[in-house]
């Protein structure tokens, strides 16, 4: 499990600063160079999809590292970032 949770870290997708909620909006927007508000919307229009709009925010918010790296179903596991 530690080589999945450290090849997640390496793709360098992080919550951004800008969050709100989960941080999820926020670096899409980062990694895309679109405005933080438009990805927000375009969010918000995904959960109208059946499961999958929340469905997916919530594996992406699971497996989404924090601005340190640590990851919340690392976390769950017992994992542990080491500094």
């Known amino acids: 499990m530690r080589k999945l949770f450290d090849s997640i870290r390496n ?3 992080r919550r951004g600063p800008e969050r709100i909620l989960g941080g999820i909006a926020g670096s899409l927007a980062e990694m895309t ?3 933080v508000w438009l990805v927000r919307l375009l969010v918000l229009a995904s959960f109208l999809l059946p499961v999958l ?3 997916a925010y919530l594996i992406a918010w699971a497996l989404t590292p924090w601005q340190d790296g640590s990851i919340p179903v690392e976390q769950v596991f017992g994992g542990r970032l080491e500094r």
């Open 11 to 13: 793709t360098g997708f």
């Open 33 to 35: 160079g679109l405005n």
């Open 53 to 55: 709009g929340l469905g």
